[in-house]
């Protein structure tokens, strides 16, 4: 990405500002009609792309060539075409109306201005899968046997692309035009009202003195920073700077304290209330209310945060390390008069449970964190720190925009061909039906995605592909698509491509494959809770009270198992032999079968109770004493 200066760096500034304050009037007054609202986005937006995101790696990243901001002109052609001719393109019947030479050389150059951002901003996986999608709706009835497709012209492909809303401008760049934004220009508010900062002094002054201080504070931070950020690697870069250092200084592993970070900065993206972008994309595809979402995936974010908690304590347990003295922590009772700060999240939850618009909802969240600036001289917010909190906030949305609209080409293929149904046959064939396999395929199928892609855009291809495969064998359609997104997430620690272990790594000065796998190890819960609340909708809350506390309170079991069972301690290093059977009554209390996981979570609890008190009678001691 390019660092600019100068007339360069003014008018991105100025061009981002207008971005969001077209945003900010629309999440207040209300969003155009869908098909002009993302036009209008993806006009203003997709420009960016050239702009900050330079052609090739030797290409000038302090300024913009002239090269660049003249396709950064072409790219808002297309959007303005449709913009000055809304009446005439909405009025038309697909598929009968003829596409008109204008339209055409509009859609042919949208689609490959937009490849070519996709290209710069998101990677190559993205764009040749996109490109591979789009060339399936021309030739596909070229292809042999079931791959075959119907025969399209290329006048229709580019209609599907362009001109429909089952194309580029489908429900991923709707949500990108109207939700995200918003919630991006939230969370820059909040980073300038002091909210954001405040997170790691809550981390800090609550959980540093702790055993293992720094790894829980790096817990704790990432997933309260990371539920606004979205990113991972981001979430990485904001908090484990100073986080990693500290493990490192009281004892942990260079590879390990990488790994802590990774996996609770992975991880804030399945925390409500926000989830990236991700809970705004799964509202839409199911219909549901943006709170169902956030009310679903409650029960397993907090069980993994749990875990991971939980583990780290057991490895500063097993090597002995202490927590952070307490004259060096922020002060409780400071931290605690400013309690006032969480008045933007608490609203905008609030708001939201009241039935608000996510959009309004957002932007009035804005304003509350604008009102607890006042009181505080160093973060106060006039005009320029309000400017200012815009512009932070809308200059990340180039990624998101540019992936939604990507992943719109490949929705228009597998509306337009058929091809997801082809690839539910072909998987319930691979797998004989076996929702346990198949569930084991379309986890394989999100983890590669995840590994090439920004998890919005692994998310969206995930539950294209996989999604329609789940719910033909009888999964709800909730689980299936929270299924889909944590796999996409996990991705992130998941080698080879472990793009949020590689970044902590990199902070740490360690191994990133050792990273990678050690963050594995400490986020196996990810694994397989998915696998659970897809057998048991009590763990999403989706059952009667009886069945919802059954669910939690088996998948907490579960966590202690998996928990001792991969660091080999509880008060006292343990045999291979009972570390077997922790997994054993750990993979029972995640049964679909309630008899099995009865069994599973009382063995989980007895098994522990005999082991502490064979060790007391042995006066074993944990190694920390």
């Known amino acids: 990405m390019r660092k600019l200066s100068g007339l360069s760096y003014k008018f991105i500034y100025v061009y981002f500002v207008i971005i969001g304050l077209f945003h900010l009037y629309t999440s207040i007054f209300g969003a155009y009609e869908s098909y002009l609202q993302k036009n209008i986005h993806l006009g203003l937006v997709l420009p960016t792309a050239f702009f900050l995101f330079p052609m090739y790696k030797g290409a000038p990243k302090d300024r913009v060539p002239i090269y660049d901001w003249i396709l950064g002109a072409l790219s808002a052609i297309p959007s303005l075409y449709v913009v000055l001719n809304y009446d005439d393109i909405v009025l038309r019947v697909v598929q009968v109306d003829p596409v008109t030479q204008a339209q055409f050389i509009c859609g042919i150059l949208l689609f490959v201005l937009l490849l070519e951002g996709t290209r710069r901003v998101v990677g190559i996986p993205l764009t040749l899968i996109a490109f591979l999608f789009a060339a399936y709706m021309y030739v596909g009835q070229m292809l042999p046997g079931g791959l075959r497709g119907l025969s399209f012209s290329m006048h229709e492909v580019v209609e599907q692309i362009y001109l429909t809303d089952e194309g580029i401008f489908s429900m991923p760049l709707g949500v990108s035009a109207t939700l995200v934004a ?3 220009i939230f969370g820059g ?36 920073f990371g539920s606004i950020s979205g990113s991972a690697v981001a979430n990485v870069y904001g908090t484990g700077t100073f986080t990693i250092p500290l493990m490192k200084k009281i004892g942990y592993a260079p590879y390990f304290a990488g790994a802590v970070e990774a996996v609770a900065s992975s991880g804030g993206q399945i925390m409500p209330p926000v989830m990236g972008a991700g809970a705004f994309l799964m509202a839409s595809f199911l219909g ?76 009035i969240g804005a304003f509350l964190a604008w009102a607890v600036s006042l009181p505080q001289p160093e973060n106060r917010m006039g005009p320029k720190e309000i400017i200012d909190s815009i512009y932070t906030g809308v200059k990340s949305i180039t990624l998101v925009c540019v992936a939604c609209a990507t992943a719109g080409i490949v929705l228009a293929s597998v509306s337009l061909t058929g091809v997801g149904v082809k690839l539910v046959g072909m998987v319930l064939a691979l797998t004989h039906g076996i929702p346990l396999l198949a569930l084991a395929l379309v986890m394989i199928v999100s983890l590669i995605l995840g590994m090439g892609l920004p998890t919005t855009g692994a998310y969206i291809l995930a539950s294209a592909l996989g999604v329609p495969v789940l719910t033909r064998l009888g999964f709800e359609p909730l689980a299936a698509h929270l299924f889909v997104f944590y796999y996409a997430i996990i991705s992130n620690i998941t080698p080879p491509v472990a793009l949020a272990a590689y970044a902590a790594a990199s902070i740490a000065g360690s191994n990133p494959n050792k990273t990678g796998f050690t963050a594995c190890r400490l986020g196996f819960l990810a694994f397989v809770t998915p696998f659970a609340f897809c057998y048991d909708p009590g763990i999403l809350l989706q059952s009667d009270l009886v069945g919802n506390i059954f669910g939690i309170v088996a998948c907490i079991a579960a966590c202690f198992g998996f928990g001792f069972a991969m660091e080999g301690y509880l008060n006292r290093l343990l045999k291979p032999w009972e570390r077997a059977v ?14 099995i996981t009865t069994i599973g ?25």
Not at 190 to 197: A, I, V
Not at 201 to 210: C, L
């Open 182 to 184: 918003a919630f991006l």
């Open 288 to 363: 549901l209310p943006y709170t169902d979402i956030i009310i679903a995936a409650l029960v397993p974010a907090l069980l993994y945060y749990a875990a991971v908690f939980f583990m780290i304590r057991l490895e500063a347990m097993k090597e002995g390390l202490k927590g952070i003295a307490k004259e060096d922590l922020p002060d409780k009772r400071i931290v605690i008069k400013k309690a006032y700060l969480f008045i933007p999240l608490v609203g905008l939850i609030s708001l939201l449970f009241m039935g608000m618009t996510p959009m309004r909802a957002a932007a």
């Open 601 to 625: 979570a009382a063995g989980v609890i007895i098994f522990w109770v005999l082991i502490v008190k064979l060790g007391k009678k042995n006066k074993v001691t944990p190694a920390a004493a």
């Open 189 to 224: 508010f909040l980073e300038k009202c002091g909210t954001g900062p405040f997170f790691m002094d809550v981390a800090q002054a609550f959980t540093g003195t702790a055993p293992g201080g720094p790894a829980n504070i790096a817990v704790m931070s990432s997933c309260l």
């Open 582 to 595: 922790f997994v054993l009554f750990g993979c029972m209390g995640l049964h679909p079968n309630p008899v």
